[in-house]
């Protein structure tokens, strides 16, 4: 029987993030897509999330960037219904003040009415650079007019308030992934070796060819590890 997976997109991403990597996982995971668009504050992202699977007890959790953060905030709240949890291209930690400075930056120029320039500001941090050009830079950046500077503003309130999740990692008790992209830029290895470092048991993976979104840079590579990871 297929297990409920709960996916969690990362900032201005919506379900085409994980879209092609769920065929090859077909028979392994029922997956729904959480709606992270309609709250500024972590907590509240996860009480959405958590609503999503209201009517499976227990289901497996992946959150990418973002997604990464609202999944260590359900290990928080609801740690009994996790089965396993998978963390791609995201931190532990808080904010760093240049973090925040940056996106403060970004939030500036999209109530300036620039939302538009936005996303070509963050392409070169998003995708691989043999990437940056051509279709999957057009789908990124379709993707994140979709979620719209509103929910780009609360987005971003979100993650500048986030805690540092580096005290709950020892206490992650089910099999965990955790895998990046090799030239990302925002999350770079070293963070996903610290979480591995903490979390008990972790299988750390890093994929080529890949930047921030490698769920979409190189799918089948993120589907293999993902399978591997809901048959453990």
């Keep these: 029987m297929a297990l409920p997976l709960l996916l969690l997109p990362g900032l201005l991403c919506d379900a085409r993030l994980w879209r092609d990597v769920l065929p090859p996982l077909a028979g392994l995971a029922a997956p729904r897509v959480a709606d992270l668009t309609q709250r500024d504050s972590i907590a509240g992202m996860a009480r959405d999330a958590l609503a999503v699977m209201e009517d499976a007890p227990r289901f497996a959790l992946a959150g990418l960037s973002m997604g990464g953060y609202v999944a260590f905030e359900i290990m928080r709240r609801a740690p009994a ?19 925040t400075e940056r996106r403060q930056a970004l939030i ?113 590579a993120v589907a293999e590890a993902m399978a591997e990871w809901l048959r453990g």
Excluded at 109 to 122: A, H, I, N, Y
Excluded at 134 to 151: I, Q
Excluded at 185 to 211: D, Q, W, Y
């Design 81 to 99: 219904r996790v089965t396993h949890l998978a963390l791609l291209d995201t931190s532990a930690r808080a904010d760093a003040p240049e973090q």
């Design 108 to 220: 500036a120029l999209s109530r300036q009415g620039q939302f538009r320039g936005v996303t070509p500001r963050l392409l070169p941090l998003l995708l691989h650079p043999a990437q940056q050009k051509g279709p999957l830079a057009e789908e990124v950046m379709a993707m994140a007019e979709r979620v719209g500077p509103e929910a780009f503003l609360r987005q971003q309130t979100a993650i500048m308030g986030r805690p540092d999740s580096r005290p709950l990692l020892p206490r992650i008790a089910v099999p965990t992934l955790i895998a990046c992209g090799e030239e990302d830029a925002l999350t770079p290895p070293a963070l996903h070796e610290e979480m591995a470092a903490l979390i008990p048991g972790a299988r750390l993976r890093r994929f080529a060819g890949a930047g921030h979104l490698p769920s979409m840079e190189q799918p089948l």
